[in-house]
């Protein structure tokens, strides 16, 4: 069984950061790729950011330069870096990952989500 764990939500104020961890647990070979979503009440869920490969990069335009994504292999977690928050910002984060679960088998799993609130 394969587990995605969130941490790292919380309550900050404009302008503050804040560094999601997505944690993969269970009988996995590795991460492949990454990627961080988020969803406010009454809207689809957003993709954020995602990292393929462990090096290609792609964000929304609303976080680029605010925004980091990056896997470290060793922890099999994805993490996103958060700066410059804004209220805007303020969502429930949802992590994703396709994982490899065996020889030639690769799967996608999804995290519980964290509340991420930005306000003063």
């Known amino acids: 069984q394969v587990q995605l764990v969130e941490s790292g939500g919380g309550l900050v104020q404009p302008g503050g950061s804040l560094r999601l961890s997505c944690a993969a647990s269970g009988n996995i070979f590795s991460i492949n790729d990454g990627f961080w979503y988020r969803q406010t009440p009454g809207k689809e869920r957003e993709l954020v950011a995602s990292i393929i490969s462990g090096a290609i990069t792609n964000y929304a335009d609303s976080v680029k330069g605010r925004f980091t994504i990056s896997r470290v292999n060793a922890k099999n977690t994805v993490y996103l870096q958060m700066n410059s928050l804004k209220p805007e910002d303020t969502a429930v984060y949802y992590c994703?990952?396709?994982?490899?679960?065996?020889?030639?088998?690769?799967?996608?799993?999804w995290g519980q989500g964290t509340q991420v609130t930005v306000s003063s």
């Open positions: 994703s990952a396709r994982v490899r679960i065996g020889v030639g088998r690769i799967a996608d799993y």
